[in-house]
């Protein structure tokens, strides 16, 4: 776009996330009050406020785990509704849990190439590619034995999950959706299943992925890790965004009497 001065002038990038008046009841119950939200490429939005306030259920509606009762989401600009290419959209935002979600019955290897594995096979059907299966399989081993070297779990390749710690469960969850190659990483309360020991552990691989600039939205109780990680905070209660602001805003300077009670039970 050009201006009357002849200089060019940039264009706002679009929101990577958009929410518009996002709603989501169950029976009687509104857990999401009209919230309107939007998330740029880069940021790391931490999500904290009391337990029930909809944080949780929040991040399930931006991958349609969970299907809005109203309001839009959009994702790298284009509006996402149930019916639309799912497997497209989650592929790119992976979605780590609280209690982990590894299949007990597969190897550590496995559990992470499955879903990669799968995704590409999706993709390989849909552009009618001619790539072996078996090429397939072995560039997604080769990537996620890549991956269990980073977090230090190389020997952990071929044993099952239930000879792992929590803290090294949570960690080849989240290189499980790091295999996808997503732009945006959703974490829902990440550590709360966690013996105070196992924490730090995995805390330290959620902070090197905010330093390497991964898209972060992540709801957790950790109020340590939101004031040092978080470029952004949005403080939730009755299904509404409350305060959003700095960590330096939302900490140091809270304007909400709702948000002040809340921290003077937290910190």
Same mark, same amino acid.
């Given at each position: 776009m050009?201006?009357?001065?002849?200089?060019? $002038?940039?264009?706002?990038? +679009?929101?990577?996330? @958009?929410?518009?008046? *996002?709603?989501?009841?169950? =029976?009687?119950? %509104?857990?999401?009050?009209?919230?309107?939200?939007?998330?740029?490429?880069?940021?790391?939005?931490?999500?904290?406020?009391?337990?029930?306030?909809g944080k949780s259920t929040f991040l399930r509606c931006l991958n349609l785990l969970e299907t809005p009762t109203g309001g839009s989401i959009f994702f790298e600009g284009e509006e996402l509704f149930e019916g639309s290419d799912l497997e497209e959209h989650r592929k790119k935002m992976g979605m780590v849990f609280q209690h982990f979600n590894l299949f007990p019955h597969l190897t550590v290897l496995?559990?992470?190439?499955?879903?990669?594995?799968?995704?590409?096979?999706?993709?390989?059907?849909?552009?009618?590619?001619?790539?072996?299966? $078996?090429?397939?399989?072995? +560039?997604?081993?080769? @990537?996620?034995?890549? *991956?269990?070297?980073?977090? =230090?779990?190389? %020997?952990?390749?071929d044993v099952y999950p239930s000879t792992l710690s929590g803290g090294q469960k949570q960690r080849i969850a989240i290189v499980r959706s790091l295999a996808m190659n997503p732009k945006v990483m959703l974490f829902d309360e990440p550590t709360s299943a966690l013996d105070p020991e196992m924490?730090?552990?995995?805390?330290?691989?959620?902070?090197?992925?905010?330093?390497?600039?991964?898209?972060?939205?992540?709801?957790?109780?950790?109020?340590?890790?939101?004031?040092?990680?978080?470029?952004?905070?949005?403080?939730?209660?009755?299904?509404?965004?409350?305060?959003d602001g700095t960590p330096q805003q939302i900490f140091d300077a809270p304007s909400d009497p709702r948000l002040q009670n809340f921290l003077s039970k937290v910190l």
């Open positions: 050009e201006t009357s001065t002849g200089v060019e $002038k940039e264009m706002p990038s +679009e929101p990577l996330i @958009k929410t518009v008046d *996002l709603q989501k009841s169950f =029976g009687d119950t %509104d857990v999401l009050d009209h919230i309107s939200v939007e998330i740029a490429e880069g940021e790391k939005v931490v999500v904290i406020g009391p337990s029930g306030s496995k559990n992470i190439t499955l879903a990669a594995v799968e995704m590409r096979l999706h993709e390989r059907k849909k552009k009618k590619l001619k790539i072996p299966k $078996k090429q397939i399989v072995a +560039e997604e081993t080769e @990537k996620a034995k890549k *991956l269990l070297a980073r977090i =230090g779990l190389a %020997d952990k390749a924490v730090g552990e995995v805390l330290s691989l959620m902070k090197e992925l905010a330093d390497e600039g991964m898209t972060m939205i992540v709801v957790t109780h950790e109020m340590r890790f939101a004031r040092e990680v978080a470029t952004r905070v949005l403080f939730m209660d009755e299904g509404k965004i409350v305060e």
